[in-house]
Each structure stands twice: as C-alpha cells, then as structure tokens.
C-alpha cells in the first residue's frame, strides 16, 4: 500500500460536484520530510485535493494512504475531518482561518486540541492533571510563538493584526498539533516579495526542525521552484506532470496549460 | 483605630490580587447576594424575588453554554426545568429518598433526555435543534397535565423545603443553599471555558472549518453544550420546586423557554455574568414596572417591554447589558482625556 | 371505511394550514437564510386584527379576509426593512433571535388589545355538510383545500416558470453568486418576508373558524409546519408542502385509532426517529458545504 519511505499516497482520487469532475483519477506520493508541491492554474482543483485528503469533502473514489504519528499505515478516506489532526496532518486554509476573538497565544492553542487528553469534568474542577496539561501546552505555544519570530506578542488579540502576522499564526497553529505532514493552502497569497522569501526559508526550516514533510498548493511560482523537490501539476482535476521543478519547468504540456497562460 | 490602619494597607493588595481570581469574585457575589434578604426592610415577597432570580439564574447558566458559547437554540427548555423540578419532587416525597439523591437525579435525567435528543438532532445544520426542542417541549407539557400518578397534573405538585442529614431547612436557608449552587455552577463554567472546552467552543463560533481542522468534533461540543444545558434546567428545576414548593403544568409554558433567550441576549451573549444580570432582568423587570404609574396596571407589559428590548439589544448593543460598567469606565475615561485627569486615561490603557 | 376517509379528510384540511404555513418558513429559510419563528404569533396578530375589522365594519368576510393578508404583506415588508436588514452585523444567531421578540411583543400586545376572551370566527362557507357516499364534509372545508392549492399551484408556477421566480431559486441556492449575477437579493428576500408573513397569516385565518380567536390558536399550526419542513426536507419548497399533508392525515389518523391525547408525543417521536434514518426529509438534498 504505502512504501516505508513515503508518507502520503494519493491514489486515483476523484470528485464530482453536479456532474462537473474537480478532481479525476489524480494519483501523487509524498516522500517522508519531503517538501511537495501541487501546481495548477485557477480552478485546476488544486484545494479540492486538499479539502478531499482532510477529509472535508469525501471523495466519490480513490484512496490516500497515510502513515500516521502513531505509526500505522491508514487510509484517510475512512476518516472523520476532525480525527485527521490527531494522526499527523494539519493543515492552513487559502483565507486564513483564525478565530479573531481570542489571543495568539489562545489561537496555538487550539491547534494543539487533538493532544489535549483531560476532558470537560477535569477541566471543570480544575484537576491536577488538567492543570499540568494546560501549562504544558501554554509552554510549548510560548516557544513556538518565539520562533516565529512573534515572541512578546502572546496576549494580543488575533483580530486587527497585519495580513503577514496572520499567516504566521496559522503556521505556528499547525506545529502546535506535532504534524508528520503539514498541508499549506497558498501561503504565500497576499505576501510581498521579502516576505515569501523570509516565508521559504521558514518551511524548509521547519521541515528540519520539526521533522516533517510539507505539501503546498501554491499560486507563486518562485515560492514553488524555490523549495519544492517535487512537483506535480495538474489541470482540470488531472494530472498534467510530476518531477523535479527543472522537469516540470521545462514540461510541455505544464507551459501551456500553466506557465504559458499566466505569463 | 490603629490596628486597622496597619491592617488595612496589607489587606489592600491582597484583595486586589484575590480579586483577579474568578472564583474569589464568584464567592464574593454570593456572599453579597445571600446576605440581601437580610437589609432591613427587605420583605418576604422580595425574599421570593431573589429566590426566583437566583433558581433562573441556575437555568440562564446553562442556556448560556448552550447558546452563547456554542452558537445553538433551544426554544423548549422549560420542559427541562419542569423534569428537574418534578423528579426531584417526587424523589423526595413520594420516594421519601434524600434530597441531595432527588437534586442528582434532577440533574441526570433531563441531561440524559437532551443527550438523546441531541444525539438526533444535532447532526444536522440549521435550526433543527430549535424545532426539536419545540416538539420535546409540546410532549412534555402533555406528560405534566396527563401523568397524574408523577405530577398531580393540574391539581400541582406541593413538596416541602430540603431536609439534609436531619438538618431542616427553611425559607432562608434554603435561598442560602440555592446561591451556593449558584455560585458552584459559575466557577465550574468558568473553569471548562477557559480551558480546552471553552477553546475548542470558541472555534466553533468562530471558523468551524478552522475548528475541524484542529480536531474539535462539532457534533461532541454541541452535544456536550445541549446536555451541559438540560443538566443545568434540571438542577434549576429542582431548585424551583424546593424553594417555591409547588409545581404545576402551567408553571413550565413556552415564554419561560423564551425568557431564557432574553435573559442571556440581553444580560450578554457568552458570559456568565451575563446569564446572571440577563436572569435577574427577566424576573425582576415585571415588579419593577409594576411601581412605574401607568404601566404598573398593563398586565404583560413586561412581557412586551422584554421583546422590545433584546430587539434592540441585539441592533445596537450586541454585547448586553454585561458590558455597561465596563462601557461608562471608557466614555468618563474618554471625556476626562482632554483636560482634567490626563492620568487617568493612562491608567485604563495599561489595564 | 367512512369513518377513516373522514379522518383523512379532516387530516388534509389541517394539512392545507400547514402547508401554507410550512411554504412560508421554506421561503424565508432558503432567501434571507434565517428561520422566522415569529411567522405563526403574527398570524395569530392578524386573526384578531380580522375579528374585529369583522365585528366593526360591515365588510364581507372575504374581503376581510384579503385585507388581512394584505397587512400582513406589510407587516411582512415592514419587519425586513425596519429590522433584519439592519442586524447584518449583529451575533451569530441574532437575527432569529429578534424572531423571537417579535413574539414576546406580539404576545403580550394581543391579550392587551383585545383582551382575554376568546372570540369565535365565522366560516367561510356557513351552509350545513355535505354527505358524499357517506362521508361527512363542509363546504367550507372544501374552500381550504381548493383555496391552499390553488395558491400552491401558483407559487409554484411563479417559482418555476417566470423571471422571479428564477431570482428567487438562485437567491437560495446561493446568495453571493446570485447577487454577482445581478439578482436584486435583497429585493428578493424582502417579497419573501412579505410573502411568508402573508401565508401566515391567511393559515390563521383558515383555522381561526375551527379552533377560535386566541393567543395560542396558532401556536400548534406553527410547531407542525417547522416539523413538516423537516419531514419534506428544507432544500426544496416543495418537500414541506407534501410534508403537510401527510402530517394532517397521520395527525387525524392516529388521534382516531391510537389516542387522541398522546397523538402529538406520538407523531413527533415518530418523525424524529424518521430523521434519523432521512436526515434531510423525504425529498432532502445533502448539501457540500464550500470550505
């Protein structure tokens, strides 16, 4: 099903809304700590395969195998959207999902809700083991906060920060969740240039530092050629190319249905 | 004189510090509101006032998880209220089994009945929940008028004040015990809400993809918010019951159900003050009008004075009544900037 | 035999009120994406309205009739205008929530104004039964039952077949494409407040000669359109009309051959545990909701 070496594998996964094919027949697999991108022009169906993998649409066939944390080989297709988390991938959203009423630090800690054990009666009387568990996880959110470069900024409220501030938090929300792999619906939408930049250099530091593998949807292509060890691009719902970013660069049939469009 | 000048300085800060604490000022807030029927000159019908205000308060409470903090409706939680206020009626007096057993089973029974119900009508988006809660309602106000052999039906249900350990209580008492629930309820809320609970309730206000996408299960939270909320009618049901003494199926209509929707819209929307303010506005504006010369003779205008207000509330002061001290602090704060006390403005951007 | 056509008879004229009460809610639940839980008091409001317009002019009860409808389209436009068009920025929950005053003052106002006596409302139709192969029918039941269908029949026609009534099934398939194509939305959902208010109102009208003219003459007519949404399902318009009537005849049915007292504990159970099995009504869609 799903070589030691891979940690996700997308087989012939399909989806249809209305009689219209979003997704056809598209198989792709990602290599453990690999950085993978998925390309693909406006309506290619490229967050359909996100929304699909986490589970929040169901597809109409295929498959993705999935080696979780726990370190079992399942198929995330039997799984509910809420349970993805708890084996291993997370994920962002293209317009930032963030709950604006609390605070930074409020916001990583949701992230790490699958790791929570207590439940609501031990958190209600204040236990002991409630207690120890909170702090754990308020340390853990203060130290990533830090290393986002947000340090001092764990009580401000999410809603009214800069764009680029938000992005980071919803990054540093998915490192909460101790992620094998970690889904990125276009990152770098809304950044400017110094900021994608600062932005690559982030995930393939996070890819070392929390030993994980990344996969990204992504509209900027420098961002894509500059961090991605593969590619797979993909139009209409298919499969157009998968390779090296100098493959896909040089691909035929990649320019014309995307590079050559969008320039 | 002296000691207390030395006593005081030192008292200062550490009250200052326990204030910070929600618990210390929960406590606090009973203490004061179990002392009230002790002014002098409070009459034992304002006793009955307090009484009512602090049994809806239990129920406002519990509404407030419900739809404050996770965004549901419920239109038929008076049939909750009514379980409680009967099975722990019958427990006690046809049973003759502890009171302390009859407020459990109050609590268990309606939180049971509202994870069945919920368990159907929670997986579904809309307002499912509402009607469901309608129909429940509708049921079983059919039970309380046709069960005779369990509610007397209209004839009422008469029951005594709680008897526990051999230690009867009273009037007083009673009301006593009630604000300890009270009090006890509010610090537990407290607790689950600013912890993973209240965290994962917050996402699902806010973002539900965001939510499921860190794992929070919709279904389980609403589910928990609705029987958390039937549990907490129940217990104000068998607060009613042992304070008032009497139950009848008229007692447990619709617009009880609604006023709970008042009481937290108004008193403020996902907050535990403001379930206690939002109850206390429910009961007590009836009597308070009833001064006013001209509308005090209008039956209902209460009523309808209520519908006009969470209207309002809800166009143009979405946060409730809850946020009025807090609101006036900023606008004095405000005005004062300018010219005379520039300090104090300080001091309120610091906090 | 005659006994049960009886039943079903009576279970259609009952059907008749809530399907247009059920249409109502389906028109504004599906435009302005809200249920309107105050739709059965104000057509409660309107029932006494008409009584007295009835008791103090000398007008034909038809006309009364029509007239009320009309208030209520007003009432109907009013409440969109003067309300839930300037809650856009109001709590989750909020603009439902202002449904819910709508019934407190509607509530406390009627006893108020007309006080706590019940008042009996004339039929339509006052010539005594029909006898048809021995089942037992008023005339004026046969004009509800004409009357709700051929007022279904045209909102349908209306839905289907004409410009608006296109706009309207955009508007409720989705809000922000429809008003990207230039559909008028909130004129849109403004005509289905009016609309609905009016259906509303002409169910209370229909029952008030059966029961009589009081606070809660409408209170059981309204729970049993929301439950006959669920039963049709709310994706469609016409799920909830089928689902009216099949709610009017299992009523009758089972009060006749079950028990007349626990009827309703009956009937709601039963569609309750029925949604388990069809959780979006008989004729439901499942929605895919866009992340």
Same mark, same amino acid.
């Given at each position: 099903?799903?070589?030691?070496?891979?940690?996700?594998?997308?087989?012939?996964?399909?989806?249809?809304?209305?009689?219209?094919?979003?997704?056809?027949?598209?198989?792709?697999?990602?290599?453990?700590?690999?950085?993978?991108?998925?390309?693909?022009?406006?309506?290619?169906?490229?967050?359909?395969?996100?929304? &699909?993998?986490?589970?929040?649409?169901?597809?109409?066939?295929?498959?993705?195998?999935?080696?979780?944390?726990?370190?079992?080989?399942?198929?995330?297709?039997?799984?509910?959207?809420?349970?993805?988390?708890?084996?291993?991938?997370?994920?962002?959203?293209?317009?930032?999902?963030?709950?604006?009423?609390?605070?930074?630090?409020?916001?990583?800690?949701?992230?790490?809700?699958?790791?929570?054990?207590?439940?609501?009666?031990?958190?209600?009387?204040?236990?002991?083991?409630?207690?120890?568990?909170?702090?754990?996880?308020?340390?853990?959110?203060?130290?990533?906060?830090?290393?986002?470069?947000?340090?001092?900024?764990?009580?401000?409220?999410?809603?009214?920060?800069?764009?680029?501030?938000?992005?980071?938090?919803?990054?540093?929300?998915?490192?909460?969740?101790?992620?094998?792999?970690?889904?990125?619906?276009?990152?770098?939408?809304?950044?400017?240039?110094?900021?994608?930049?600062?932005?690559?250099?982030?995930?393939?530091?996070?890819?070392?530092?929390?030993? &994980?593998?990344?996969?990204?949807?992504?509209?900027?292509?420098?961002?894509?050629?500059?961090? &991605?060890?593969?590619? &797979?691009?993909?139009?209409?719902?298919?499969?157009?190319?998968?390779?090296?970013?100098?493959?896909?660069?040089?691909?035929?049939?990649?320019?014309?249905?995307?590079?050559?469009?969008?320039? | 004189?002296?000691?207390?000048?030395?006593?005081?300085?030192?008292?200062?800060?550490?009250?200052?510090?326990?204030?910070?604490?929600?618990?210390?000022?929960?406590?606090?807030?009973?203490?004061?509101?179990?002392?009230?029927?002790?002014?002098? +000159?409070?009459? %034992?019908?304002?006793?009955?006032?307090?009484?009512?205000?602090?049994?809806?308060?239990?129920?406002?409470?519990?509404?407030?998880?419900?739809?404050?903090?996770?965004?549901?409706?419920?239109?038929?939680?008076?049939?909750?209220?009514?379980?409680?206020?009967?099975?722990?009626?019958?427990?006690?007096?046809?049973?003759?089994?502890?009171?302390?057993?009859?407020?459990?089973?109050?609590?268990?029974?309606?939180?049971?009945?509202?994870?069945?119900?919920?368990?159907?009508?929670?997986?579904?988006? +809309?307002?499912?929940?509402?009607?469901?809660?309608?129909?429940?309602?509708?049921?079983?106000?059919?039970?309380?008028?046709?069960?005779?052999?369990?509610?007397?039906?209209?004839?009422?249900?008469?029951?005594?004040?709680?008897?526990?350990?051999?230690?009867?209580?009273?009037?007083? %008492?009673?009301?006593?015990?009630?604000?300890?629930?009270?009090?006890?309820?509010?610090?537990?809320?407290?607790?689950?809400?600013?912890?993973?609970?209240?965290?994962?309730?917050?996402?699902?206000?806010?973002?539900?993809?965001?939510?499921?996408?860190?794992?929070?299960?919709?279904?389980?939270?609403?589910?928990?918010?609705?029987?958390?909320?039937?549990?907490?009618?129940?217990?104000?049901?068998?607060?009613?019951?042992?304070?008032?003494?009497?139950?009848?199926?008229?007692?447990? $209509?619709?617009?009880?159900?609604?006023?709970?929707?008042?009481?937290?819209?108004?008193?403020?929307?996902?907050?535990?003050?403001?379930?206690?303010?939002?109850?206390?506005?429910?009961?007590?504006?009836?009597?308070?009008?009833?001064?006013?010369?001209?509308?005090? %003779?209008? $039956?209902?205008?209460?009523?309808?004075? %209520?519908?006009?207000?969470?209207?309002?509330?809800?166009?143009?002061?979405?946060?409730?009544?809850?946020?009025?001290?807090?609101?006036?602090?900023?606008?004095?704060?405000?005005?004062?900037?300018?010219?005379?006390?520039?300090?104090?403005?300080?001091?309120?951007?610091?906090? | 035999?005659?006994?049960?056509?009886?039943?079903? @008879?009576?279970?259609?004229?009952?059907?008749?009120?809530?399907?247009?009460?059920?249409?109502?809610?389906?028109?504004?639940?599906?435009?302005?994406?809200?249920?309107?839980?105050?739709?059965?008091?104000?057509?409660?409001?309107?029932?006494?309205?008409?009584?007295?317009?009835?008791?103090?002019?000398?007008?034909?009860?038809?006309?009364?009739?029509?007239?009320?409808?009309?208030?209520?389209?007003?009432?109907?436009?009013?409440?969109?205008?003067?309300?839930?068009?300037?809650?856009?920025?109001?709590?989750?929950?909020?603009?439902? =929530?202002?449904?819910?005053?709508?019934?407190?003052?509607?509530?406390?106002?009627?006893?108020?104004?007309?006080?706590?006596?019940?008042?009996?409302?004339?039929?339509?139709?006052?010539?005594?039964?029909?006898? =048809?192969?021995?089942?037992?029918?008023?005339?004026?039941?046969?004009?509800?039952?004409?009357?709700?269908?051929?007022?279904?029949?045209?909102?349908?026609?209306?839905?289907?077949?004409?410009?608006?009534?296109?706009?309207?099934?955009?508007?409720?398939?989705?809000?922000?494409?429809?008003?990207?194509?230039?559909?008028?939305?909130?004129?849109?959902?403004?005509?289905?407040?009016?609309?609905?208010?009016?259906?509303?109102? /002409?169910?209370?009208?229909?029952?008030?000669? /059966?029961?009589?003219?009081?606070?809660?003459?409408?209170?059981?007519?309204?729970?049993?359109?929301?439950?006959?949404? @669920?039963?049709?399902?709310?994706?469609?318009?016409?799920?909830?009309?089928?689902?009216?009537?099949? /709610?009017?005849?299992?009523?009758?049915?089972?009060?006749?051959?079950?028990?007349?007292?626990?009827?309703?504990?009956?009937?709601?159970?039963? @569609?309750?545990?029925?949604? =388990?099995?069809?959780?979006?009504? /008989?004729?439901?869609?499942?929605?895919?909701?866009?992340?």
């Amino acid at each position: 099903m799903l070589p030691n070496k891979s940690i996700l594998k997308v087989e012939h996964l399909s989806i249809s809304f209305g009689g219209l094919k979003a997704v056809d027949d598209l198989s792709f697999e990602i290599a453990q700590n690999q950085i993978y991108g998925l390309i693909g022009p406006n309506g290619a169906g490229k967050t359909t395969v996100f929304n &699909c993998i986490t589970k929040f649409y169901t597809p109409d066939s295929g498959n993705a195998w999935f080696h979780t944390k726990q370190g079992k080989t399942v198929n995330l297709v039997d799984h509910k959207v809420h349970d993805i988390v708890g084996l291993g991938m997370v994920r962002t959203f293209q317009n930032v999902e963030l709950i604006k009423e609390l605070s930074i630090l409020d916001n990583l800690l949701i992230g790490a809700h699958s790791q929570f054990k207590t439940g609501v009666l031990a958190q209600s009387f204040r236990l002991r083991k409630a207690v120890l568990e909170e702090n754990e996880y308020r340390t853990k959110a203060r130290s990533i906060i830090e290393y986002m470069g947000l340090g001092g900024k764990d009580a401000e409220l999410v809603g009214g920060q800069p764009y680029g501030t938000l992005k980071r938090i919803e990054l540093a929300r998915t490192l909460m969740s101790n992620p094998k792999l970690i889904i990125l619906d276009e990152p770098a939408a809304g950044l400017n240039g110094t900021e994608t930049q600062a932005l690559a250099g982030l995930i393939k530091q996070i890819r070392i530092d929390f030993n &994980c593998s990344v996969l990204l949807v992504e509209h900027d292509m420098t961002l894509v050629m500059g961090v &991605c060890e593969r590619i &797979c691009a993909i139009s209409f719902g298919k499969k157009l190319a998968e390779g090296t970013p100098t493959e896909i660069r040089n691909n035929q049939s990649v320019q014309e249905a995307y590079l050559g469009k969008d320039e | 004189m002296n000691k207390s000048t030395t006593f005081l300085p030192t008292l200062m800060p550490m009250l200052r510090l326990a204030w910070k604490k929600a618990w210390f000022r929960y406590v606090s807030f009973g203490v004061v509101l179990a002392a009230l029927p002790l002014i002098p +000159g409070m009459t %034992s019908s304002n006793a009955t006032i307090l009484g009512s205000v602090v049994y809806f308060s239990i129920a406002a409470l519990g509404f407030q998880v419900l739809l404050g903090y996770s965004g549901q409706i419920s239109l038929g939680h008076t049939a909750f209220i009514g379980v409680g206020a009967y099975v722990s009626g019958y427990i006690v007096k046809e049973l003759g089994l502890p009171f302390p057993l009859a407020v459990l089973a109050a609590a268990v029974l309606p939180f049971i009945l509202g994870l069945v119900l919920g368990l159907i009508a929670l997986r579904l988006e +809309g307002y499912y929940l509402a009607i469901a809660t309608l129909g429940l309602a509708e049921s079983i106000r059919i039970v309380f008028i046709e069960a005779h052999g369990f509610t007397r039906g209209f004839s009422g249900f008469f029951s005594n004040y709680p008897r526990v350990l051999g230690y009867q209580f009273n009037k007083g %008492s009673t009301y006593v015990f009630m604000v300890a629930i009270l009090v006890a309820l509010m610090i537990l809320v407290y607790n689950f809400i600013n912890a993973a609970t209240g965290r994962a309730l917050a996402a699902m206000r806010s973002s539900q993809s965001a939510a499921q996408a860190m794992g929070v299960s919709l279904f389980k939270y609403k589910l928990m918010a609705f029987a958390i909320s039937t549990g907490f009618a129940g217990i104000a049901g068998a607060m009613y019951m042992h304070f008032f003494r009497y139950s009848d199926p008229t007692i447990w $209509n619709s617009g009880l159900s609604l006023n709970l929707v008042v009481a937290c819209i108004v008193g403020g929307i996902a907050s535990i003050e403001g379930a206690v303010i939002g109850a206390a506005f429910v009961v007590a504006m009836p009597e308070l009008l009833r001064i006013v010369p001209g509308l005090g %003779s209008i $039956n209902g205008a209460s009523f309808v004075l %209520s519908g006009v207000v969470i209207i309002l509330v809800l166009l143009f002061y979405p946060g409730g009544l809850v946020n009025v001290a807090s609101d006036i602090g900023k606008l004095r704060s405000r005005l004062s900037k300018g010219s005379k006390h520039p300090e104090r403005s300080t001091e309120y951007v610091a906090e | 035999m005659q006994i049960f056509f009886q039943n079903v @008879i009576g279970g259609i004229e009952a059907g008749s009120m809530y399907a247009l009460a059920a249409l109502g809610l389906v028109l504004i639940y599906r435009t302005a994406k809200m249920s309107n839980f105050a739709q059965g008091t104000i057509g409660m409001f309107n029932a006494y309205i008409a009584y007295f317009v009835l008791a103090r002019t000398n007008l034909p009860l038809p006309a009364v009739a029509i007239l009320s409808v009309i208030v209520a389209f007003v009432v109907g436009a009013l409440i969109e205008l003067v309300i839930m068009r300037r809650a856009s920025s109001t709590i989750p929950m909020g603009k439902p =929530i202002m449904t819910l005053g709508l019934i407190i003052i509607f509530q406390g106002l009627a006893p108020m104004i007309f006080g706590p006596v019940p008042f009996q409302f004339p039929r339509f139709v006052q010539k005594p039964a029909l006898d =048809i192969a021995g089942v037992k029918m008023l005339p004026n039941t046969l004009v509800i039952i004409s009357v709700t269908i051929i007022l279904v029949a045209i909102l349908f026609y209306v839905l289907q077949n004409t410009r608006l009534g296109l706009a309207v099934r955009v508007t409720a398939a989705n809000e922000t494409t429809a008003r990207l194509m230039g559909v008028p939305t909130r004129a849109v959902s403004l005509g289905a407040w009016s609309v609905a208010t009016a259906l509303g109102a /002409l169910s209370a009208i229909m029952v008030a000669p /059966l029961t009589s003219v009081t606070v809660t003459m409408m209170e059981t007519i309204h729970l049993n359109s929301f439950i006959a949404a @669920i039963l049709g399902g709310f994706s469609t318009f016409h799920g909830p009309v089928v689902g009216a009537f099949i /709610l009017g005849v299992a009523n009758n049915i089972i009060s006749y051959y079950i028990s007349s007292k626990w009827v309703v504990a009956i009937l709601y159970t039963c @569609i309750l545990a029925f949604t =388990i099995f069809k959780p979006q009504g /008989l004729f439901g869609k499942a929605f895919v909701k866009k992340v």
